[in-house]
T-cell receptor, first 113, second 113 residues
Framework: DAGVIQSPRHEVTEMGQEVTLRCKPISGHNSLFWYRQTMMRGLELLIYFNNNVPIDDSGMPEDRFSAKMPNASFSTLKIQPSEPRDSAVYFC???????????FGPGTRLLVL | GENVEQHPSTLSVQEGDSAVIKCTYSDSASNYFPWYKQELGKRPQLIIDIRSNVGEKKDQRIAVTLNKTAKHFSLHITETQPEDSAVYFCAVMPGGGADGLTFGKGTHLIIQP
């Protein structure tokens, strides 16, 4: 089992550029979560999907952030335009619907200059 | 929404001693309480969890206790070892299953040799 896969692992970009983060959940898992981790705010839920449908996006900081899940094995989190305050580690996690244990991916470390 | 408070933010103990980390939450409907361990530069990994119909759960040197009336739960690590050094996060899931987790701010546990 490969676990949750995220790409890229590291991303350095300049302010104003578009950033796309990618996630592949564990096969068979049908709930997917995006979290952001910073020193100041800790681990925060951004959005989650059940069966590819966004359920709660109240944690998405602003309109610059968008997330999609076109199929059961792929999700993207896009930031456009990016700003320095978006610098953080972005984690994707997955679980079985109705399940509770969330398995985290390795994260994407984003630095916006 | 749910509010999770975690204490202490830093805990230093002698190797072999016990460590206790405490969390409180606000939503009485919350029903799932996991603890995650995160080593530097790594992903959060589940170490133990407890559900609202259970008061205590043990797994070797690790235990979690839950007091639903007082809305607090604690992580207990006995016979601490150097590899226990990490940041520990408590989390809370609202009722209904497959919801996103609300995390505490984390406790940096330092095991002194």
């Amino acid at each position: 089992d490969a676990g949750v896969i995220q790409s890229p692992r590291h991303e350095v970009t300049e302010m104003g550029q578009e950033v796309t983060l990618r996630c592949k959940p564990i096969s068979g898992h049908n709930s997917l979560f995006w979290y952001r981790q910073t020193m100041m705010r800790g681990l925060e839920l951004l959005i989650y999907f059940n069966n590819n449908v966004p359920i709660d996006d109240s944690g998405m900081p602003e309109d610059r952030f968008s997330a999609k899940m076109p199929n059961a094995s792929f999700s993207t989190l896009k930031i456009q335009p990016s700003e320095p305050r978006d610098s953080a580690v972005y984690f994707c996690a997955s679980t079985l619907t109705g399940g509770e244990t969330q398995y985290f991916g390795p994260g994407t470390r984003l630095l916006v200059l | 929404g749910e509010n999770v408070e975690q204490h202490p933010s830093t805990l230093s103990v002698q190797e072999g001693d016990s460590a206790v980390i405490k969390c409180t939450y606000s939503d009485s409907a919350s029903n799932y309480f996991p603890w995650y361990k995160q080593e530097l530069g790594k992903r959060p990994q589940l170490i133990i969890d407890i559900r609202s119909n259970v008061g205590e759960k043990k797994d070797q040197r690790i235990a979690v206790t839950l007091n639903k009336t007082a809305k607090h739960f604690s992580l207990h690590i006995t016979e601490t070892q150097p590899e226990d050094s990490a940041v520990y996060f408590c989390a809370v899931m609202p009722g209904g299953g497959a919801d996103g987790l609300t995390f505490g701010k984390g406790t940096h546990l330092i095991i002194q040799p």
